[in-house]
């Protein structure tokens, strides 16, 4: 059996570490309700674009090159991670997606040679770049969204797509559910696909009187839809994150004090025997006198 100093150690360290978890916790959920508001107020927004845009275009001939689907000779995978460990599986459920869409769709080797990845997060980087080409890494973008860096980077991947550098991107990234689940995500981001609701629903699309045309206004709002969707996406995975420490953290807290209580236990039945220990000393040492 541990010693009585050792056991109080162990006590004290599981009670610093307690405290930290539950901080952590309440930082979690301070954090998780601001990514939410974010996410609410912008929803709308996003949705409306979306709506405007299959709605223009869901019958419209269009030839703008972000509709146009090639054979994916070079993809490029978007991860979306976090900065900081202790949440739970979130980073992990991120690489092992891409591992399975990479065995799944790339099983040569020439094949994964035409893959590429961007990484938005550190922990994502440290893990991929083992094994698949990372171009470039945003850290910053997890902790603060920027939006006018954002745009920046969705400017540069369609010019790629115009240039046929790249022929498909996809967004890997954890979607907020509720604080305790997170759901993995694979989601096309170029070329643009009609959703087949809008497309569906030609006969109830609504008649407007557009100036300038159908198209001209397709081409603008195109390059603003994709940077609103990565950056809907980016704070989704935000919250995500903080609803994954949150939980993982509640999770900790619980099993320290699960921890403490036997820990606890132990050090009575240690300091009961050691006490018992004394007694029989005692009586035995007045036994002998007594001989």
């Given at each position: 059996?541990p010693?009585?100093?050792e056991?109080r ?10 405290k930290?978890?539950s901080?952590m916790k ?17 929803k709308p ?5 979306n709506?405007i ?17 090639r ?8 991860a979306i991670?976090?900065?900081r460990?202790?949440?739970?599986a979130f ?25 590429k990845?961007?990484?938005?997060g ?10 698949f ?6 850290e910053?973008?997890v ?6 860096e954002l ?15 790249i ?7 954890n979607?907020?559910v509720n ?6 995500k694979?989601?096309n ?6 959703v ?6 030609k006969?109830?699309?609504t008649?407007?009187i ?24 980016i704070?989704?995975?935000i919250?995500a994150e903080?609803?994954?420490r949150?939980t993982s953290?509640?999770?900790?807290t619980e099993?320290?004090?699960?921890i ?14 050691v006490?018992?220990?004394?007694l029989?000393?005692?009586e ?8």
């Amino acid at each position: 059996m541990p010693s009585l100093k050792e056991i109080r150690t162990r006590i004290v360290s599981v009670q610093s570490t307690q405290k930290i978890t539950s901080a952590m916790k309440l930082v979690s959920a301070a954090k998780l309700r601001r990514a939410q508001h974010s996410i609410s107020t912008l929803k709308p927004y996003s949705n409306k674009l979306n709506a405007i845009l299959h709605n223009l275009s869901c019958d419209l001939s269009t030839g703008n090159p972000l509709f146009t689907k090639r054979e994916p000779k070079n993809v490029l995978l978007i991860a979306i991670t976090s900065n900081r460990g202790l949440c739970g599986a979130f980073n992990s459920n991120v690489i092992k997606e891409i591992n399975r869409e990479v065995n799944d769709n790339y099983k040569t080797q020439p094949q994964k040679g035409k893959l590429k990845i961007i990484c938005i997060g550190k922990k994502g980087m440290e893990q991929l770049r083992k094994n698949f080409e990372i171009l470039d890494t945003y850290e910053t973008l997890v902790d603060t969204p920027n939006f006018e860096e954002l745009s920046k980077i969705v400017s540069s991947l369609i010019d790629d797509f115009c240039q046929k550098k790249i022929d498909k991107i996809d967004i890997v990234y954890n979607s907020f559910v509720n604080p305790a689940t997170q759901k993995i995500k694979i989601e096309n981001f170029l070329p643009i696909t009609i959703v087949e609701d809008y497309s569906s629903k030609k006969s109830k699309k609504t008649n407007f009187i557009l100036e300038p045309s159908e198209n001209e206004l397709v081409d603008e709002l195109i390059p603003k839809i994709l940077k609103i969707q990565l950056f809907k996406i980016i704070l989704d995975s935000i919250a995500a994150e903080h609803g994954a420490r949150m939980t993982s953290m509640t999770k900790a807290t619980e099993n320290a004090a699960e921890i403490l209580r036997e820990l606890k236990l132990k050090y009575n039945n240690a300091r009961q025997a050691v006490i018992t220990n004394e007694l029989n000393e005692i009586e035995g040492g007045a036994e002998a006198l007594k001989g």
